[in-house]
C-alpha cells in the first residue's frame, strides 16, 4: 500500500529510542492516523514525554508540552488577549494549545474548568477568545498523560470527558532484556534527558501525516464486518457486568481506529483483527463496571477481552 514503508520507517524509528514499547508505539501511531487524542497511564519513567517528543520530530509537527497543575487556569492553555502599551492595541498572547502535538501532562491534576478548555478544544479543533474564533491547526493532536497511582490532590476526567478520546493507553514495565538494552545504551553514552532532537532527523512532514489520514478514510470496510463492529458495540451495552456501555460517537471512533490500523498494516481493507486489536485501548476508558462486579474485583480489560469472544467472527 502506497506509504505502508513511510509507516515502517517511523515505527522502526522509534522502537530504536523508545525501548520495549512496540504495542504503544503501534497504538499511538493509529491514534495518530485516525486523528484521535489519547490518554496516556503509566508510571513514572516508562519515557511517555520522551516518546511524544520523538515523534513530533520525526514528522516535523511543532511541539508544546505543558505541566498541568492545580493552578493553572484556561488562559494559560489558551492565551489571553494583554494590552500593549505601544500600539494602545490588544495582542493576543497565544497558549500553547497553539500548536500541532501538545502533550499535557497529568491532566488530571488541573481542576475541571481548565480541563473542560482544553477538551473543548480537541472536539471543536478552534477556541474562542474575547468573542474571537480561532482555528487551531490542522494536525492538532493531543496526548494526555496521568499518573496511575497517585490519588490525593487530583481531579479525575469525568466519563462524558473521558469519551473524547480515542485511545486510553496503560504503559507497562519493559521486559527484561527491553530494560537491560536500555542500560547498555546509557553505557554507550545515550542520555534522554539530554537528548538533541535537532539530531534527530525528519522521515515525514505534517502533510505526509495528513495525506495518510485521508488516506485512512478509504479503506474499505464491508457490511459484514460493519455488522460486525455494531453487535459488539450492542454487547456492550446488555453485559451484565457494565452499567455503560459504549456510545453512538465509540462506534464511530472504533470504525476510525480499525481503519487506521488496516492502513498501518499496510490494507486497503478491514478485517475483523482489526476490529479485535483496537478494541482494548478504545473502550477501557469508555465503559464503566457495575458496583458488584468491582467488589468482585472485575477488570475492564477482562471484561472486553471475554466480550470478544462472544460474538461470531464474520468469514
Known amino acids: 500500500m502506497q506509504n ?7 515505527n522502526q524509528k522509534i522502537d530504536e529510542i523508545v525501548i520495549g514499547q512496540s504495542d504503544l508505539v503501534k497504538q499511538l501511531l493509529v491514534a495518530l492516523l485516525s486523528g484521535g487524542h489519547v490518554i496516556i497511564e503509566g508510571v513514572p519513567g516508562t519515557g511517555k514525554t520522551l516518546l511524544v517528543k520523538v515523534l513530533s520530530r520525526l ?27 505601544n500600539s494602545r492595541d490588544f495582542i493576543l498572547k497565544k497558549g500553547p494549545v497553539f500548536t500541532e502535538i501538545l502533550l499535557a501532562d497529568e ?7 481548565t480541563q473542560a478548555a482544553l477538551l473543548e478544544a480537541m472536539e471543536e479543533q478552534q477556541i474562542t477568545l474575547d468573542g474571537e474564533t480561532m482555528l487551531l491547526p490542522s494536525l492538532f493532536w493531543v496526548i494526555a498523560t496521568q499518573n496511575s497511582l497517585e490519588f490525593e490532590g487530583t481531579y479525575p476526567l469525568p466519563e ?8 486510553k493507553l496503560v504503559v507497562e514495565y519493559p521486559s527484561k532484556d527491553a530494560e537491560k538494552q536500555m542500560l547498555l545504551n546509557v553505557q ?19 502533510d505526509d501525516i495528513l495525506a495518510l489520514r485521508e488516506q485512512a478514510q478509504t479503506i474499505q470496510v464491508e457490511d459484514n464486518i460493519l455488522d460486525y463492529l455494531l453487535n459488539l458495540v450492542e454487547r456492550t451495552r446488555l453485559h451484565p457486568d457494565l452499567i455503560l456501555g459504549a456510545s453512538p460517537r465509540s462506534a464511530v471512533a472504533w470504525l476510525n481506529a480499525t481503519k487506521a490500523n488496516a492502513c498501518l498494516s499496510g490494507r486497503d481493507y478491514v478485517t475483523p483483527d482489526d476490529i479485535k486489536e483496537v478494541a482494548v485501548p478504545l473502550l477501557r476508558h469508555r465503559l464503566i463496571l457495575r458496583p458488584e462486579a468491582q467488589l468482585d474485583n472485575v477488570k475492564i480489560d477482562e471484561v472486553i477481552k471475554s ?9
Do not use: E, M, Y
Not at 62 to 83: A, E, K, M, W
Open 107 to 113: 491532566i488530571n491534576r488541573t481542576p475541571p474548568k
Open 188 to 206: 554507550a553514552g545515550f542520555k534522554a534527558k539530554k537528548l538533541d532532537l535537532d539530531l534527530l532527523g525528519a522521515i515525514a512532514t505534517v
Open 59 to 85: 514528522i516535523s509537527a511543532d511541539f508544546r508540552r505543558v505541566q498541568l497543575t492545580p493552578d493553572i487556569l484556561p488562559s494559560d492553555i489558551l492565551g489571553t488577549n494583554i494590552f500593549d502599551l
Open 160 to 167: 462524558a470527558q473521558l469519551d473524547r478520546f480515542l485511545f
Open 307 to 315: 466480550l470478544l469472544k462472544q460474538i461470531s467472527v464474520p468469514r
Open 4 to 10: 505502508n514503508s513511510l509507516l515502517d520507517n517511523l
